[in-house]
Every structure is written in C-alpha cells, then in structure tokens.
C-alpha cells in the first residue's frame, strides 16, 4: 500500500498541512502536483489499496476550478481518500463538497474530510505562522484517527448547488525589478504569464499568488490598496482564531 499526496498548493500553505497528515502514514509518499500544467493527469496509475490525501485551499469558499478539473482526470481505482481545503482563517464554504464531488466522479472512495488553517496567501496577517504548533498535534490526531478508518466520510458540509465562484480580484504585476528569469511563466499553474512580456492575463488568471512567491527578485506585485481594501472586508471574520475540523 502506498501514501499518495494529490496536492494543489501554489504558495506551499496547503502542501505544509498536507505532509503533516500523510507523513503519520508513510515515509515518503508519492505526490502528484496538481498545479503543474504540463502533467497528463488521466496517466497517474492509483491502486485500490492506496491510501490518498486529497488537498487544496479554498478561494473565496470554493475548490480552485483548473485543480478540480485536473482531480476528475486521475482514475481513483476505488482507493481510500480524505480530502483536505485549506483556508486563510475567514470560510471554506463549499470548498470540501464540491471536493467530494470531483472525488466521487474519479472513482475516489471518501473516507474523511478536513477543513484545516494556513496563513493566508495574500494577506498574512490572518493566520499568521499556522499551521503553529497546535495545528500540527491536532492534525497529527486526525491522522491517527483516518488511519482506522475504512467506511464512507460522515455528512461533509457545504452546498450544492456550490456558492457562485469569482473572478480573479488580485493580478499581480510584473515591476522594474523583473530580470526575465522565465520562472513565473513556468510555473504558473493555468500558464497565464506571456513568456516574454512576463505580464499576467487578468483573464486567465486565479490569484493563487505562485508567481509572487516564488519570484527570486521580488519583481512581482498586487495592488497594495486593492489587497488592503479586501482585508478591511475580511478583518471581522478572520478576528477570531478558527480550529482546524475532522469529519469521519
């Protein structure tokens, strides 16, 4: 039986709680990065007796739609998996259903969901530093408990139909700063960077914020007021500490 990680996580928040569930499992776990474009993922091979974390952050209460796209490609086989959002302290909403969803229609057989903190990708202020050590025993408790598990996940929440998806608030752009490394481009999951102007497509674009932190240079940017209005918008609710969540 293998560990295998299906992880979309741009800026490293959700591979972070990702490792710590699965590592309770096994040493080295296979990983299948759902944010690398160039992956036939319809070629990943999944036994039955698999054990699967499937992880990604919610935007603005729903899945990323390239990485539920690319989930629904991988042939599940019929293995066990849990399903893992990852969010900024405000709401994952419908996040975890619309993962069961994808999951289900691959041939995933869902185990177990959890709603688990990172901090925030654009405005770190929220969640700063988590998962902390707290986070880290009580997931590493999550762990144990999946672990037994063979029967279906209990009722998971959300909605369906899911809440209406946005567009891309926050596009980052390219400042003088820019050497024309290419990484931005290479590694943009929905390849919206131009390899050449470096320059964002507003239309392809998901604001999942790779670009800015991978960028060796610093070069990259988002609107410092448009960022500060959307954390004036989102300060009540992330005001109070959130606990990371487990539904068997």
Known sequence: MRTIEIIFSP??????VAHTLSKRWSDAPVQIDLSNAKTEFSSCEIDKEDMVLIAMPSF?????AVAIERLKQIPGNGAKCTLVCVYG??????TL????DAAKAAGFHVIAAIAAIAEHSIMPQYATNRPDISD??????????????????ASIPGNRPYKKGGKAG???KVTKRCVKCGLCAEKCPVQAIDPERFAADSQTCISCMRCVKQCPQNARKVSGIMVSIAAMA???ACSVRKENELFL
């Open 97 to 100: 259903v619309e993962m069961e």
């Open 170 to 172: 926050l596009v980052p």
């Open 11 to 16: 800026t490293g928040g959700t591979e972070k």
């Open 89 to 94: 302290n405000r709401a994952y909403e419908d």
């Open 136 to 153: 880290e025993k009580q997931l590493a408790d999550f762990s144990n408990q999946i672990a037994a598990k063979n029967s279906a996940a």
């Open 234 to 236: 989102i300060k009540k």
């Open 60 to 64: 603005g209460g729903r899945a990323p």
